[in-house]
């Protein structure tokens, strides 16, 4: 089961934060306001109880997605993958 | 099976162009670069191919995944929802 937080963020600091959590978690970037990775349930109540206490009242969204093996299977990656301090790769 | 969408595009007019494809495939707006809906298989597979060509060679990124049932219900949100036109509501 993959976790998938995506997130809709103005506040720099804030939205760096929410970053730096998924990061924690070992979350993979995969865009700039995207991570994906296994987590287990447990791990991801976690996760999302961090997310929002980091969000608090400010304003943004932030959206966590369970992804299991089957849906994982019909991903769709169009253009370049994010790849953080490594350049770019064109996967399609 | 629902069908979300999320991309990671600089380039103002082909992001606007991205949009414009998903709502006209009759999803809906979940975050400024998110979009999510019921969408047939086939239906997926045409809107790929138009998301493909919209891209085309310039820099960007999207990603397309099929979100079962279960896992939706699994689907957490944090903050303010996107509403478009419409203002926005506090889901948690």
Same mark, same amino acid.
């Given at each position: 089961?993959?976790? +998938?937080?995506?997130?809709?963020? *103005? ?16 979350? #993979?970037?995969? !865009?700039? #306001? ?6 287990? *349930?447990? /791990?991801? /109540?976690? +996760?999302?109880? /961090?997310? #929002?206490?980091? +969000?608090?009242? *400010?304003?943004?969204?932030? !959206? ?5 093996? &089957?849906?994982? #299977? ?13 350049? &770019?790769?064109?996967?399609?």
């Amino acid at each position: 089961m993959r976790t +998938l937080v995506i997130y809709d963020i *103005s506040d720099d600091r804030i939205r760096n934060a929410v970053a730096e959590v998924c990061k924690d978690f070992g979350l #993979s970037r995969i !865009q700039r #306001s995207a991570f994906l990775g296994l987590l287990p *349930s447990g /791990k991801r /109540k976690d +996760l999302i109880e /961090k997310l #929002s206490r980091v +969000l608090g009242e *400010s304003a943004g969204n932030i !959206q966590i997605f369970v992804i299991c093996n &089957a849906d994982l #299977s019909l991903r769709t990656i169009i253009g370049i993958e994010y790849y953080e301090e490594e350049g &770019a790769d064109i996967v399609i």
